[in-house]
């Protein structure tokens, strides 16, 4: 309704803008601070007021659009953070209780390997003293190239049996240790097997 014209130079040169108006009557154009239209006598001020609610309005509601969007948009970004929060929730919910169960499982296993443990200790013990007599049993045992402790209920052949693995060569042991009544072995008497 209103018509902005510029720069419009009066008999002074300075150049001023003048807004011009139709009167809603006639049509006439005239500037915006005449309250009453020359041509039809028209009483322009109350068309001013209505068009200044009309403005007022129009930014009144470009406002309330404003913050209907935001408002619409805070809404938005709170159901997301309610939805993103409750899943949330669930999966620490999950994540704990497979924890709790993941934590009870460790502790199985761990007794299960202090239990392992245990046992290798036990075996390994067990194979020290089976070591130990073996190594004594062997000492026992009579060995070619080594010397043997006569025990009680020995006899050449069973000595000459052990080292050769031919109980006929007794005889071999009696002549190097200069035994002349293979019956009559003593105890605690040191052979050679040679």
């Known amino acids: 309704m209103f018509k902005l014209l510029n720069n419009i130079k009066l008999e002074t040169g300075l150049p001023f803008n003048i807004i011009l108006m139709n009167c ?9 601070d005449v309250n009453v239209c020359p041509q039809c006598n ?3 001020e ?34 997301l953070s309610f939805v993103s929060n409750n899943s949330t929730q669930s999966e620490l919910k999950n994540l704990k209780s497979e924890n709790a169960k993941l934590s009870e499982s460790v502790t199985t296993l761990q007794t299960s390997i202090s239990g392992l443990n ?7 013990k067990k ?29 050449l052949w069973d000595i000459a049996q052990a080292a050769y693995g031919n109980a006929f ?9 200069n035994i002349s009544e293979p ?10 097997i040679k």
């Open 46 to 79: 109350a068309l001013k007021h209505v068009e200044a609610l009309g403005k007022k309005f129009k930014t009144q509601k470009v406002s309330i659009i404003i913050i209907s969007i935001f408002l619409v948009i805070f809404a938005l970004m709170g159901i």
């Open 118 to 124: 245990s046992q290798i200790e036990d075996l390994k």
């Open 183 to 192: 019956k009559l072995l003593q105890i605690n008497k040191i052979l050679q």
């Open 42 to 44: 028209s009483d322009l």
């Open 169 to 177: 060569l007794w005889g071999k042991i009696a002549s190097a240790n």
């Open 24 to 32: 809603p009557v006639c049509q006439t154009q005239i500037d915006v």
């Open 127 to 155: 194979r020290s003293e089976q070591l130990a007599k073996k190594a004594e049993l062997d000492a026992m045992v009579p060995k070619i190239g080594s010397n043997y402790k006569v025990k009680k209920g020995d006899t």
